[in-house]
């Protein structure tokens, strides 16, 4: 996992050019969808209410690396290693999405707050959309880079 301030984004060579170029470009009022890039890869912009730790499901994908950055908001993305979770929803190829049952709580979790971001690679279990002190509406940005 990257995790670093949205200034430094570009001093990673594992951050594709085609992703740098996107998200240098992203503004406040960019628009909710899915946005092509280039070999497969893709960004989500969408915009939800942060929810409680307690309900926040650990996650993971196999042809995917995550680059996930707030536009808005604040959110706490919960994370570990895949080995030893046990799923709760087997492999959706379609979606390129595991889920796992268990628990976030006693996990190491990093802040998104709109200065920082974080690239999440498939071993990587994480669990995001997670509210600091209280429910949050927030907009984000996951870029979808194809392995």
């Keep these: 996992m990257i995790i670093d301030k949205i200034e430094n984004i570009s001093k990673y060579k594992e951050v594709p050019a085609f992703a740098l170029d996107f998200i240098k470009n992203i503004t ?12 497969e890869s893709f960004a989500n912009v969408e915009s939800y209410s942060t929810k409680a730790p307690e309900v926040a499901k650990f996650e993971a994908h196999k042809d995917y690396i995550d680059i996930q950055l707030l536009i808005t908001g604040n959110e706490r993305i919960y994370y570990t290693d895949v080995e030893g979770l046990v799923e709760s929803e087997p492999y959706d190829k379609s979606r390129d999405i595991v889920f796992f049952k268990d628990s976030v709580k006693k996990s190491d979790y990093l802040t998104l707050n ?6 999440i690679y498939p071993h990587e279990a994480h669990a995001p959309q997670v509210f600091l002190d209280g429910a949050e509406n927030v907009k984000k ?3 979808k880079v194809k392995i």
């Design 141 to 143: 940005v996951v870029v």
């Design 28 to 39: 406040h009022d960019i628009k909710e969808g899915r946005y092509e890039l280039v070999d």
């Design 114 to 119: 709109g200065a920082n971001f974080a690239m």
